[in-house]
């Protein structure tokens, strides 16, 4: 008897070192927003911890990063949903097990204040790069305000809309939009790897050509 007890301990105990870990990563979060955080991760499933390390520049306000080897689905939808509720769009990130956080099953939960666009300051001046057209790059591109200004190959200058939404820098132009995703890489000049501010198109348009395009500010100095 007492050999059928042990036995079901041992299950007990190996079943829960085998339970994923919900890894809480949070940027800029009001105390309200932090207890309605605390307060929804307790309905879920699975264990989870703060982990106090930045959020990545190139993750968007709310991401959920799973280990590729073993994906567990009802609660990755717990998960979304809770970052719905809180009145964000999670985005959905794939990593291997090479990152020591996320195997058999651990998810990266990422969360960043939305009302934190007060602190984004945009660069004043960038060039277009990595353009699908090699014509428009190096085009200078001016945000003053709202508007953004294209300087284009003729020396016409044409003058569009801009926000920062939810992360992303968005232009408009006509009836739809081009939105850019900002990262902050190294970049190889004559005088050494100096550092940029690099905003990625995350969509590629037909017309016009120069919306088509990646800008970029790098640090010379």
Known sequence: MKNGILICVLVLLLAACQQPTVYVFSENLQEEQRKQLDAALNTQNLPYEYVELAIPSGFGEATLLLSSDKIYQKETEQLATIMQGLGY??????TTRSNH?????NIGFYLKNADSNSQFVMPKQLRTTQCSDDKYNDLVVKFVNEHVDFTLPS???VRLKWEYLYGYVVIYYKSYS??????????NTPFGAKPSDTYTFTAHVNNPGWLDC??????VD
Do not use: K
Request: proline share 7%.
């Open 214 to 219: 990646s800008l970029q500010i790098v640090y």
């Open 89 to 94: 769009e999670p985005q959905v990130n794939y």
């Open 155 to 157: 020396g016409a200058v």
């Open 178 to 187: 081009q939105t850019y995703s900002h990262s902050q890489p190294l970049v």
């Open 101 to 105: 956080f996320y195997g058999d099953g």
